[in-house]
């Protein structure tokens, strides 16, 4: 039978255009967010966190908008460049809880030329 | 500068037999935790190590399952009786303390046939 796990939701855009990758977490426990990057065959790759005292946290090309209202997280990647294509993951810690992250399913991002 | 490493970066066996899998943090790292990502799939937490603690278990899916670390340095995940549910690849990561970004190696593609 088919495997959900192995449909990873897909987001395709143009070379240059902004993404933005969007996430929603289960618990409201959780005070510590992450994203992560993930090339075929490699490791995640840290990008950028927000606790949960803030709403916004920018870097470099990137944005993290956190609203803890309708529990919902999103990564922003501005002028997409082919170096960006990978499966982005969102993770949650909860305060007080177990000390390891939870991860979401991922979303793979595709790069038009 | 050196990043997580992990060892083997495959390994196939047979099912019912032990394996062992390495990893070694990032220098001055005192939290270590290990995860698993099935196919296609986000990561598991597993185990969390700090310094000298007691590791927080909560992940481990069953007791076939160990892991060990000496002090601040190396840590060893160990699978007994390998089953061919237990295919993944196994990542380590580690970080400053338990409140800073995790940082992954490239994982252990273990495969049980």
């Known amino acids: 039978g088919e495997s959900v796990g192995l449909h990873l939701p897909t987001l395709s855009v143009q070379e240059g255009d902004n993404s933005i990758i969007n996430c929603a977490y289960s618990?409201?426990?959780?005070?510590?967010f992450i994203w992560y990057k993930q090339e075929s065959g490699k490791g995640p790759q840290f990008i950028i966190d927000?606790?949960?005292?803030?709403d916004k946290r920018q870097g470099q090309r990137v944005t993290v908008l956190l609203n803890k209202t309708v529990k919902h997280l999103s990564l922003q990647i501005a002028a997409t460049q082919p170096g960006d294509s990978a499966v982005y993951f969102c993770?949650?810690?909860?305060?007080?809880?177990?000390?390891?992250?939870?991860f979401g399913k991922g979303t793979h991002l595709i790069i038009q030329p | 500068g050196a990043g997580v490493s992990q060892s083997p970066s495959n390994k196939v066996t047979e099912k019912g037999k032990d394996v062992e899998l390495r990893c070694d943090p990032i220098?001055?790292?005192?939290?270590l935790y290990w995860y698993r990502q099935r196919l296609g799939q986000g990561l598991e937490f597993l185990i969390y190590?700090?310094?000298?603690?007691?590791?927080?278990k909560s992940g481990l899916p069953s007791d076939r399952f160990s892991a060990e670390r000496t002090g601040e340095s190396v840590s060893t995940l160990t699978i007994q009786r390998t089953q061919q549910e237990d295919s993944a690849v196994y990542l380590c990561?580690?970080?400053?303390?338990?409140?800073?970004?995790?940082?992954f190696g490239d994982g252990t593609r273990l495969s049980i046939l």
């Open positions: 990561a580690s970080s400053p303390d338990r409140n800073q970004p995790q940082h």
């Open positions: 618990n409201s426990a959780s005070d510590y």
């Open positions: 927000i606790r949960s005292n803030m």
């Open positions: 993770a949650e810690k909860v305060g007080g809880g177990a000390d390891g992250l939870t």
């Open positions: 220098s001055g790292h005192t939290a």
């Open positions: 190590f700090q310094g000298n603690s007691a590791p927080d």
